[in-house]
């Protein structure tokens, strides 16, 4: 008797080790390559200097006159801004990577990664929760942080980037892990839920049946219609009708807490789903 038992609790153990796994595993593949996709847009488009760009340029201001093709030579506040006609690198890819500075791409894949692994470790060790943890647990859930903090703030000792690319590419990592890690667990920061993974074939209830109607999305019983006898009045009309139903065989009348016709008050049946007080193991 106790095997076959053992067999199915095991076997709910490992189900819920696969679906955990399985969003631990999506979710820092979306943060990273979700922050990474922002990170090279913005990049392309906007760009910037980095820190040892005139090192890689080697300008040459008399180049202005006879190389200067878009005419910006020159310009700008007491006319110090000059186009790239004016650096005597032939290395044009080595000019273009100089010039790509914002936002950091370091310190976008690393706090896209270790805020979301952040995120996990906290749902897995209730460090913020209904009772006071270990501090070794915090130590640990900072570790996380520390790592990402501690790469993107390398990025300035070779002066590869400005302080503002790397805070720019931490923000865009952050945001990146907390929307990623809400699509694959029912909660971030409430400790009730935050540790459960959420599948794309079953909803979560968080009992909160009127919430039901006000999405967008029509599938797994989103969105339900009142007057098609769903959702929080649907269900109280289906158990009013339910009570009718009982009255109806019974020849005492309504049962349901209500005065039989023979003016006496009958006994309550159990509502179906709930247990009697002695009926409770």
Request: glycine share 8%; proline share 4%; with cysteine.
């Amino acid at each position: 008797m106790l095997i076959p038992i053992g067999i199915v609790v095991l076997a709910q153990v490992r189900i819920r080790s696969f679906w955990d796994m399985n969003n631990a595993i999506l979710g820092v593949l979306y943060s990273v390559v979700l922050a990474t996709l922002f990170q090279v847009i913005i990049k392309q488009l906007i760009g910037g200097l980095r820190p040892y760009f005139l090192d890689v340029c080697q300008p040459d201001i008399s180049r202005a006159a006879a190389n200067n093709n878009t005419r910006l030579n020159g310009v700008g506040f007491h006319q110090i801004m000059y186009s790239i006609d004016v650096c005597t690198n032939p290395d044009k890819q080595a000019l273009k990577n100089a010039m790509t500075s914002f936002p950091s791409g370091h310190s976008t894949a690393a706090f896209a990664g270790y805020v979301f692994l952040f995120l996990w470790m906290n749902a897995k060790l209730k460090v913020w929760s209904s009772h006071q943890t270990s501090f070794y647990w915090l130590a640990l859930l900072m570790a996380p942080l520390l790592g990402a903090t501690l790469m993107a703030c390398a990025l300035t000792i070779d002066q590869a980037h400005n302080w503002y690319d790397i805070l720019a590419g931490s923000t865009i990592g952050t945001v990146m892990a907390f929307a990623s890690y809400r699509i694959c667990y029912a909660a971030i920061w409430d400790w009730r839920f935050n540790h459960i993974p959420l599948t794309r074939t079953e909803r979560f209830g968080y009992d909160r049946e009127e919430m039901e109607r006000a999405v967008w999305i029509q599938k797994l019983g989103w969105g339900r219609d009142k007057e098609r006898g769903h959702g929080h009045v649907g269900r109280e009309k289906r158990l009013s009708e339910r009570a009718r139903g009982h009255g109806a065989g019974s020849s005492n009348g309504v049962v349901n807490g209500h005065v039989s016709s023979l003016g006496e008050p009958s006994r309550p049946r159990p509502v179906e789903g709930r247990l009697r007080g002695d009926e409770m193991v």
